[in-house]
């Protein structure tokens, strides 16, 4: 029988959604746990956060990955939240490895509220957290939260082994100078520009940034309208800026002739479509009343509009 792949994106605590969500495509309790007879479900990360049910999203998954039912990535939230959440070793400068600065309280505040009175549970779910797969790649496409780097990856496995992190990585991993830094921005958090002369710009969230989120494969990009790849608009006097060549070359292009890749991480909106014949983001805003999306994989090369599925968050959900 052929293995089937649903491919889910950013879930950010919608649980009742998500359950809406695996019962369209099919699945069903056995036991408790959500399966389907023929198919297996991949979650692309950011399962905490933002919603109004993180403890039921984190359930459903972790049980549906145990019973080998589901695959899930970590995401940039699910690592910002251990990170936060882990104490820094003697003669550093902070008590804990993710500053405990408003910003970074105000993203997982919802998080440790909804687990407060689960403290054990959530001390279990960080250790899972931590160990998550970074990227999957099987024969005929590949899964990452933000960003396909195929170098980077290479360099991790000959690095590290395998595509995972381990708890004693953890250190290594805020130090900026180290490859482990740049491997774990790139693949969860993807590429970037930085504004040109110190400007930076409001994001719809109400957070000042000083970078803009860019594609990952433009086709010789010439000015930042081209390779822009966020919700929030770039300032208008900076849209047609062109690219100079040092910016070009931090750019990277996932080639039209590699296998479909399939990430979440980027607030889409809109109803669902390929980016690229062979590129699909799957996270379109599901927290901020959008959608909760899949993409039902088989085997084909080129992805197509009709395979696509979602369902729009209500504000029951909240």
């Given at each position: 029988?052929?293995?089937g792949?649903?491919?889910?994106g950013?879930v950010?605590?919608?649980g009742?959604t998500l359950?809406?969500?695996l019962?369209?495509?099919g699945y069903s309790?056995?036991?408790g746990v959500?399966?389907?007879?023929?198919?297996?479900?991949?979650?692309?990360?950011d399962?905490?956060d933002?919603g109004?049910?993180?403890?039921l999203a984190c359930?459903?998954?972790?049980?549906?990955?145990?019973?080998?039912?589901a695959?899930?990535l970590?995401?940039?939230?699910?690592?910002?939240?251990?990170?936060?959440?882990?104490?820094?070793p003697a003669?550093m400068r902070?008590p804990?490895?993710?500053?405990?600065?408003k910003?970074?309280?105000?993203?997982?505040?919802?998080?440790?509220?909804q687990?407060?009175?689960?403290?054990?549970?959530f001390n279990?779910?960080?250790?899972?957290f931590?160990?998550?797969p970074?990227?999957?790649e099987?024969?005929h496409f590949?899964?990452?939260?933000?960003?396909?780097?195929?170098?980077?990856i290479d360099?991790f496995?000959a690095?590290?082994g395998?595509?995972q992190?381990q708890?004693?990585?953890?250190v290594?991993s805020v130090?900026?100078?180290?490859?482990?830094?740049?491997?774990?921005?790139r693949?969860?958090r993807?590429t970037?520009?930085?504004l040109?002369?110190?400007?930076?710009m409001?994001?719809?969230?109400?957070?000042?940034?000083?970078?803009?989120?860019?594609k990952?494969?433009?086709?010789?990009p010439?000015r930042?309208?081209?390779v822009?790849f966020q919700?929030?608009p770039?300032?208008?006097?900076?849209?047609?800026h062109p690219l100079?060549?040092?910016?070009?070359?931090?750019l990277l292009?996932?080639?039209?002739?590699?296998?479909?890749?399939?990430?979440?991480?980027?607030?889409?909106?809109g109803i669902?479509?390929?980016?690229?014949p062979?590129?699909a983001?799957?996270?379109y805003?599901?927290v901020?009343?959008g959608?909760?999306?899949?993409?039902?994989m088989?085997?084909?090369a080129?992805l197509?509009r009709?395979?696509?599925?979602?369902v729009?968050?209500?504000?029951?959900?909240r």
């Open positions: 029988m052929h293995q792949y649903d491919l889910i950013d950010h605590g919608c009742e359950i809406q969500l019962k369209q495509m309790k056995v036991n959500y399966q389907h007879r023929h198919r297996k479900a991949i979650f692309v990360g399962l905490v933002r109004p049910n993180i403890r359930n459903i998954v972790r049980e549906m990955v145990e019973a080998g039912n695959e899930v970590m995401g940039n939230h699910e690592y910002n939240v251990v990170m936060y959440c882990t104490e820094a003669g902070q804990y490895l993710r500053p405990h600065t910003r970074n309280a105000r993203i997982i505040e919802q998080t440790l509220d687990f407060a009175n689960h403290p054990h549970e279990d779910f960080l250790q899972w931590t160990e998550l970074l990227f999957l099987y024969d590949r899964v990452v939260h933000a960003c396909w780097d195929q170098a980077m360099e496995i690095r590290y395998g595509n992190l708890k004693e990585m953890l290594e130090n900026t100078d180290t490859f482990l830094f740049k491997f774990l921005d693949t969860l993807g970037q520009l930085k040109p002369d110190g400007r930076s409001t994001a719809k969230d109400g957070f000042v940034r000083q970078f803009f989120r860019t990952f494969w433009a086709d010789d010439q930042y309208d081209d822009i919700p929030d770039l300032p208008v006097d900076l849209q047609f100079s060549d040092h910016e070009k070359k931090q292009h996932y080639q039209a002739d590699e296998r479909p890749l399939f990430f979440g991480h980027y607030w889409m909106a669902p479509a390929p980016v690229t062979n590129i983001c799957l996270d805003s599901a901020k009343y959608r909760l999306v899949a993409y039902r088989d085997t084909e080129h197509q009709n395979k696509f599925t979602w729009r968050v209500e504000k029951q959900e």
